[in-house]
C-alpha cells in the first residue's frame, strides 16, 4: 500500500471508531447529498447540452 492508501485507511478507521453521540452526518444524509448533487450536475450538464444543440436556433430569436 502507498502511503497515501495507509493514511486514507487510518483516517477511515479513526471515523468509524468515534462516538455517535457526537452528532456527525449519517449515512443516509451522505447518500441524499451525493444525490442531490448528482441530480444537479445532470440537470445543468443536460440544459448545457440542449442549448449548445439549438444553439444556432436561439440566436434568432
Request: hydrophobic fraction near 50%.
Amino acid at each position: 500500500m502507498t502511503k497515501y492508501a495507509i493514511r486514507m485507511s487510518q483516517w477511515l478507521k479513526s471515523r468509524v471508531e468515534w462516538d455517535s453521540d457526537r452528532g456527525d452526518i449519517s449515512i443516509t444524509t451522505i447518500i441524499i447529498w451525493v444525490a442531490a448533487v448528482a441530480g444537479a450536475i445532470a440537470i445543468a450538464g443536460t440544459i448545457g447540452i440542449v442549448i449548445t444543440r439549438y444553439n444556432t436556433s436561439l440566436s434568432g430569436v
